[in-house]
């Protein structure tokens, strides 16, 4: 167990639909990154966060958001989803907000869009 | 901006025999380097990291490193694999102060044979 809490670990949704990402950070962790991981693309980094605020963006589509809680916790949220958006979804926590301090990786979320 | 090659997609490599995962990264300056491994439906785990000092870097599970600024290159050895080193290799890198997310290579896919 690394810390970093995923839910759902599986989830299959139809075209359109809308869902919801959950993680919650290691314990005294203040970042958290969503990435993507997908056969073609690999790991593409999509957002962070750090206490609260958008950090850094990235590959992110228009129809994804995120955001991070006054507990931290963070959420992705995926709207008209098409079939290229399935994917496995990894969010990642940090002490700090830099690189250099590591990242632990939650063990992601699979979705599967039909 | 910064990016990662990992030319090997899939490699095997036999019981015992050793290993040198390769990776190659485009940066202007000096950037700190990461090997991580994801194993079969797990998050990725951090093997090691260089950032400055000894070009030779140590590693857990008995991987190690090595820096090449000549040749932008921070391949990852081991000398003796073990059939639980199957798994899935990402090298990555971050640049500047480090304030930046960390860019991910495509990753190496590591068979184990008998």
């Known amino acids: 167990d690394s810390g970093v809490t995923q839910t759902p670990k599986h989830l299959i949704t139809a075209t359109g639909q809308r869902v919801t990402l959950r993680c919650s950070p290691r314990s005294g962790d203040l970042s958290v990154y969503w990435y993507q991981q997908s056969l073609d693309q690999g790991l593409q980094f999509l957002i962070q966060?750090?206490?609260?605020?958008?950090?850094a963006k990235g590959n992110i589509l228009e129809r994804f958001s995120a955001q991070q809680f006054p507990d931290l916790h963070s959420e992705l949220n995926l709207s008209s989803l098409e079939l290229g958006d399935s994917a496995l979804y990894f969010c990642?926590?940090?002490?700090?907000?830099?690189?250099?301090?590591?990242?632990?990786f939650g063990s992601g979320t699979r979705l599967t869009v039909v | 901006a910064q990016s990662v090659t990992q030319p090997d997609i899939h490699i095997t490599v036999s019981e015992g025999a050793s290993l040198e995962l390769r990776c190659n990264y485009s940066y202007g300056a000096t950037p700190y380097l990461f090997w991580y491994v994801q194993s079969p439906g797990q998050g990725l785990q951090l093997l090691l990291k260089?950032?400055?000092?000894?070009?030779l870097v140590q590693g857990i599970k008995g991987f190690e490193a090595e820096f090449k600024r000549s040749q932008s290159s921070f391949n990852l050895r081991k000398p003796s694999v073990h059939w639980s080193d199957a798994a899935e290799y990402f090298c990555?890198?971050?640049?500047?102060?480090?304030?930046?997310?960390?860019?991910f290579g495509k990753g190496t896919r590591l068979s184990v044979i008998a």
């Open positions: 990555a890198v971050v640049g500047g102060s480090g304030n930046t997310p960390l860019v």
């Open positions: 990642a926590s940090s002490v700090s907000g830099r690189a250099l301090s590591g990242y632990t």
């Open positions: 260089y950032f400055s000092g000894d070009t």
């Open positions: 966060y750090y206490n609260g605020e958008e950090r």
